[in-house]
């Protein structure tokens, strides 16, 4: 029952060699359709495997989750929400695509679009840090991805550069939507709205990225993705995310005291960027529509879809 909605429907026709009387059959694609390859990473309940479809040869990421697991880590709610998400999101620009779900009596399985460049903080781990260039062509579509995700009302809640895949022309997908917010009732319109909010109880996103309201007041609404934002745009330039301690512990602490310092030789305009977006008070820090009208981003046509057209630079560090 779970995998029906999501899975894929062949229709055949089928006919009976006796009476040569043709009927329609329904075939769902399933498990066996394809065939699995490496894994590419394994998250605390899933692990994600290369998946190749025996009939088209076409590649896929399939992630696979243990029911058993699920049900005794009571996991089974958010894998629905990533489930809705997903399909809620279809065909955004910069968001992971979901094509199939299926199941057998051990796991669920969710055929994701397959990103083979990996994903973004492999990408800043090998270079140190991102060049101005580089830095505006992903924080450009990063932050475009947000504002699709926050149009149809879901709050992503753990934007961090590991959730950030690369497709095969180094264009930006957004993946890992098992902690998103689905806001029921009609999604907001302006990108400058933010009455819609969520209280969360227990959970808290990856402490480098985690937004000051969610630890001080237990409370995050769409603003806690562009906090997130922010600190992948330093990071990007500075090789390392703004709030990093030796333990959780101290990073939480330095993230409630908004305590962070820009490297030498960070660039003026980016810094002025990070510094509207890193503030304590969600209400001071830029919207979307402002951030991409900030100058940094003055070459960028956020309205024409040219940011997801343009080839992606060549990859080079940030040098002062
Ligand atoms: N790692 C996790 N999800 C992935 C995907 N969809 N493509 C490539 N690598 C991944």
């Given at each position: 029952e779970w995998a029906?909605?999501?899975?894929?429907?062949?229709?055949?026709?089928?006919?009976?060699?006796?009476?040569g009387q043709t009927t329609k059959e329904v075939i769902k694609k399933g498990i066996r359709d394809f065939k699995f390859g490496d894994t590419l990473g394994d998250g605390s309940y899933s692990t994600v495997m290369v998946a190749t479809a025996r009939d088209s040869g076409k590649k896929y990421a399939v992630k696979v989750l243990s029911k058993e697991y699920l049900i005794r880590q009571k996991k089974v709610k958010y894998v629905n929400i990533e489930k809705n998400a997903l399909q809620r999101l279809n065909n955004s620009k910069g968001i992971i695509r979901l094509y199939f779900t299926f199941q057998d009596e051990a796991s669920l399985y969710f055929l994701l679009e397959y990103a083979p460049n990996g994903d973004?903080?492999?990408?800043?781990?090998?270079?140190?840090?991102?060049?101005?260039?580089?830095?505006?062509?992903?924080?450009?579509?990063?932050?475009d991805a947000i504002k699709h995700l926050h149009l149809r009302g879901i709050i992503h809640r753990d934007i961090k550069?590991?959730?950030?895949?690369?497709?095969?022309?180094?264009?930006?997908?957004?993946?890992d939507f098992g902690t998103a917010k689905l806001l029921d009732g009609q999604p907001y319109d302006s990108g400058d709205k933010y009455d819609l909010h969520t209280r969360s109880k227990s959970f808290v996103g990856t402490a480098e990225y985690v937004s000051p309201e969610l630890l001080n007041d237990n409370w995050v609404d769409y603003?806690?993705?562009?906090w997130a934002f922010g600190c992948i745009v330093f990071q990007?330039?500075?090789?390392?995310?703004?709030?990093?301690?030796?333990?959780e512990y101290l990073t939480f602490q330095k993230v409630m005291k908004v305590q962070y310092a820009f490297t030498a030789g960070?660039?003026?305009?980016?810094?002025?960027?990070?510094?509207?977006?890193?503030l304590r008070q969600p209400d001071q820090r830029l919207t979307i529509s402002q951030i991409e009208k900030h100058y940094f981003f003055r070459d960028k046509n956020f309205k024409d879809g040219s940011?997801?057209?343009?080839?992606?630079?060549?990859?080079q560090p940030y040098r002062v």
């Open positions: 029906d909605k999501g899975a894929a429907k062949i229709v055949r026709d089928v006919t009976n060699p006796d009476t973004f903080l492999s990408v800043m781990k090998k270079y140190g840090s991102l060049s101005e260039e580089c830095t505006c062509y992903y924080s450009a579509q990063i932050i550069p590991e959730n950030v895949l690369l497709d095969k022309e180094m264009k930006v997908k957004l993946t603003r806690c993705d562009i990007m330039i500075a090789g390392k995310p703004p709030f990093k301690a030796t333990n960070f660039p003026v305009i980016v810094r002025d960027l990070v510094k509207r977006i890193l940011i997801w057209s343009e080839p992606a630079p060549e990859i």
